[in-house]
C-alpha cells in the first residue's frame, strides 16, 4: 500500500465518532431525534436570490470559466456596497476584495498561503477547527489562546509571553463566534489591531456570524471598522449564514490587499472561482437580500430553548449573535458522557465542547437550526424530553 502523505497524520480523530454512532443506531431503531447539532441554516434561500440566479444562468455569459483576478466583477462591487453601507468601511474591489468559495475554503488556504513549517499561529480554543487543523497540515505550530466564560469568550491578548507574539505569524479569531456565541465590542478590535501591528502579525477574522444577530440596535461590528485595521487585517464573510446559501458554497474576503493578493495567488492555483451565475446571485443578495424572517425565527427557537433550560436551573446565557446556545455540562459528566445521555435518554442530538478544543471541555453547543421545525415546537419539544428524562442536579 502506498504510504499517505504525513501531513494527513496531523488530522485528529474524529471526537464525534462515538455520538454519530450512536445516532445511527437511534435512527435505525426508528427513534424520533430532535437535532440540535447541525450547525446549518435550515431555512430555504429566499426567493428573492432564487429568482436572481434563474435569471443570471440565463445568460450565456455566465456559463464558462470566471478568468476576473479575484471574482466576478459585479460580485466584488456589490461586496463593497455592502461593506460601505453595514460598516461604513470604505473597500477598493479591485484590491480589497475577492470571492471565496466559502469562507471555510479561504480560512483554509490562508494557513497555506502564510504559513511555513515551524511558523507559529495564534488559536483560540475553543474555536472552529479550520484554523488549528490546517496551520498544522502547512507544518505550522500552534500557540493555544484560552476563551474563558469569566472573560466572556474574548482571548486575553497581554496573557501571550511578549517572546511568543514575536514568534507568530499570525493571528486567528472568530466573532461572533462558534462555539460560545460571544460577540467582540469594537474596543477588543481595537486591541487586537494594535497587537497585531505591534508583532507584525496578520489578523484573519473570521465574521461568517456577522450578520446572525438578534439586536438591530446592537450589531456585531467588523474589525476593519478601526481605523489602520486594512494594515494588519483580513476579514472572511459567509453568505451561508447571511442569506440560508449553504449549498452555494459563496463567500468573500476582505481587508489588507497584500493578504488578499496572497491568498489569490494561491487560490489561483487551485480553483477556477464560482459558477458566476452564482456570484450574481450573491451579488444580488448583497445589495437586495432580506433575511430577517429566519433571524426571527432564530429569535423564537433561541428564547424557548433559554427560557425553558434556564426553568430547569440550567444557567444558560442567551446570545447576541450566531444560532448556537454554550451551555454548561452538569458536575459530574465531561461534555461526551453528557452528550451520550442527551442522545439516549431523550433523543436530543448536541455537540460535546471538547471537539472544539481542550477549553471546550464542560460544556455543549446546541444548535438553533433545527431541521423539520416550524416555529419553535421541536425546539419546545427537546425542553420537554430534557425536563423529563434527564433531570439536572
Same mark, same amino acid.
Given at each position: 500500500?502506498?504510504?499517505?502523505?504525513?501531513?494527513? +497524520?496531523?488530522?485528529?480523530?474524529?471526537?464525534?465518532?462515538?455520538?454519530?454512532?450512536?445516532?445511527?443506531?437511534?435512527?435505525?431503531?426508528?427513534?424520533?431525534?430532535?437535532?440540535?447539532?447541525?450547525?446549518?441554516?435550515?431555512?430555504? $434561500?429566499?426567493?428573492?436570490?432564487?429568482?436572481?440566479?434563474?435569471?443570471?444562468?440565463?445568460?450565456?455569459? $455566465?456559463?464558462?470559466?470566471?478568468?476576473?483576478?479575484?471574482?466576478?466583477?459585479?460580485?466584488?462591487?456589490?461586496?463593497?456596497?455592502?461593506?460601505?453601507?453595514?460598516?461604513?468601511? =470604505?473597500?477598493?474591489?479591485?484590491?480589497?476584495?475577492?470571492?471565496?468559495?466559502?469562507?471555510?475554503?479561504?480560512?483554509?488556504?490562508?494557513?497555506?498561503?502564510?504559513?511555513?513549517?515551524?511558523?507559529?499561529?495564534?488559536?483560540?480554543?475553543?474555536?472552529?477547527?479550520?484554523?488549528?487543523?490546517?496551520?498544522?497540515?502547512?507544518?505550522?505550530?500552534?500557540?493555544?489562546?484560552?476563551?474563558? +466564560?469569566?472573560?466572556?469568550?474574548?482571548?486575553?491578548?497581554?496573557?501571550?509571553?511578549?517572546?511568543?507574539?514575536?514568534?507568530?505569524?499570525?493571528?486567528?479569531?472568530?466573532?461572533?463566534?462558534?462555539?460560545?456565541?460571544?460577540?467582540?465590542?469594537?474596543?477588543?478590535?481595537?486591541?487586537?489591531?494594535? %497587537?497585531?501591528?505591534?508583532?507584525?502579525?496578520?489578523?484573519?477574522?473570521?465574521?461568517?456570524?456577522?450578520?446572525?444577530? &438578534?439586536?438591530?440596535?446592537?450589531?456585531?461590528? =467588523?474589525?476593519?471598522?478601526?481605523?489602520?485595521?486594512?494594515?494588519?487585517?483580513?476579514?472572511?464573510?459567509?453568505?451561508?449564514?447571511?442569506?440560508?446559501?449553504?449549498?452555494?458554497?459563496?463567500? %468573500?474576503?476582505?481587508?489588507?490587499?497584500?493578504?488578499?493578493?496572497?491568498?489569490?495567488?494561491?487560490?489561483?492555483?487551485?480553483? =477556477?472561482?464560482?459558477?458566476?451565475?452564482? =456570484?450574481?446571485?450573491?451579488?444580488?443578495?448583497?445589495?437586495?437580500?432580506?433575511?430577517?424572517?429566519?433571524?426571527?425565527?432564530?429569535?423564537?427557537?433561541?428564547?424557548?430553548?433559554?427560557?425553558?433550560?434556564?426553568?430547569?436551573? /440550567?444557567?444558560?446565557?442567551?446570545?447576541?449573535?450566531?444560532?448556537?446556545? /454554550?451551555?454548561?455540562?452538569?458536575?459530574?459528566?465531561?461534555?461526551?458522557?453528557?452528550?451520550?445521555?442527551?442522545?439516549?435518554?431523550?433523543?436530543?442530538?448536541?455537540?460535546?465542547?471538547?471537539?472544539?478544543?481542550?477549553?471546550?471541555?464542560?460544556?455543549?453547543?446546541?444548535?438553533? $437550526?433545527?431541521?423539520?421545525?416550524?416555529?419553535?415546537?421541536?425546539?419546545? +419539544?427537546?425542553?420537554?424530553?430534557?425536563?423529563? &428524562?434527564?433531570?439536572?442536579?
Amino acid at each position: 500500500m502506498i504510504a499517505r502523505a504525513q501531513r494527513l +497524520e496531523k488530522l485528529p480523530p474524529y471526537l464525534f465518532a462515538e455520538i454519530a454512532t450512536l445516532k445511527r443506531k437511534a435512527i435505525a431503531e426508528g427513534r424520533d431525534l430532535i437535532d440540535l447539532g447541525i450547525g446549518d441554516p435550515d431555512q430555504p $434561500t429566499p426567493n428573492s436570490i432564487i429568482d436572481a440566479l434563474k435569471e443570471a444562468a440565463q445568460d450565456p455569459e $455566465t456559463h464558462r470559466y470566471d478568468e476576473t483576478p479575484a471574482g466576478w466583477i459585479p460580485f466584488l462591487e456589490a461586496v463593497a456596497t455592502w461593506a460601505g453601507r453595514r460598516f461604513d468601511v =470604505s473597500i477598493d474591489p479591485a484590491k480589497e476584495a475577492m470571492l471565496l468559495i466559502g469562507s471555510k475554503e479561504g480560512l483554509a488556504h490562508l494557513a497555506w498561503a502564510y504559513i511555513d513549517p515551524g511558523d507559529l499561529a495564534l488559536v483560540p480554543d475553543p474555536a472552529y477547527t479550520v484554523y488549528r487543523i490546517n496551520t498544522q497540515m502547512a507544518g505550522g505550530d500552534v500557540y493555544v489562546m484560552p476563551l474563558r +466564560e469569566q472573560n466572556g469568550f474574548l482571548p486575553d491578548l497581554t496573557a501571550i509571553p511578549s517572546d511568543v507574539a514575536r514568534k507568530a505569524k499570525m493571528l486567528w479569531l472568530n466573532y461572533p463566534n462558534n462555539p460560545t456565541g460571544a460577540v467582540a465590542p469594537l474596543s477588543f478590535y481595537a486591541d487586537a489591531v494594535a %497587537f497585531a501591528r505591534d508583532y507584525d502579525l496578520l489578523l484573519v477574522n473570521d465574521a461568517a456570524y456577522v450578520e446572525c444577530y &438578534y439586536d438591530p440596535a446592537n450589531r456585531p461590528p =467588523s474589525v476593519l471598522q478601526v481605523p489602520g485595521s486594512k494594515d494588519v487585517a483580513i476579514e472572511l464573510h459567509s453568505l451561508s449564514k447571511m442569506f440560508n446559501m449553504t449549498g452555494w458554497r459563496l463567500g %468573500f474576503a476582505i481587508g489588507n490587499p497584500d493578504a488578499i493578493a496572497a491568498l489569490n495567488k494561491l487560490k489561483s492555483n487551485l480553483d =477556477s472561482k464560482q459558477f458566476p451565475a452564482i =456570484s450574481m446571485a450573491g451579488a444580488h443578495a448583497l445589495l437586495h437580500g432580506d433575511n430577517r424572517p429566519t433571524l426571527e425565527l432564530y429569535r423564537r427557537r433561541r428564547d424557548i430553548l433559554c427560557d425553558g433550560l434556564n426553568a430547569l436551573g /440550567w444557567n444558560v446565557r442567551k446570545p447576541d449573535a450566531t444560532f448556537y446556545v /454554550w451551555a454548561r455540562v452538569p458536575g459530574g459528566y465531561t461534555s461526551i458522557e453528557f452528550a451520550k445521555v442527551l442522545l439516549e435518554r431523550a433523543g436530543v442530538l448536541v455537540i460535546p465542547g471538547i471537539g472544539y478544543g481542550e477549553h471546550g471541555e464542560g460544556y455543549i453547543r446546541m444548535s438553533l $437550526t433545527v431541521l423539520g421545525d416550524r416555529n419553535g415546537e421541536r425546539v419546545a +419539544e427537546a425542553v420537554a424530553r430534557i425536563r423529563q &428524562y434527564v433531570p439536572r442536579d
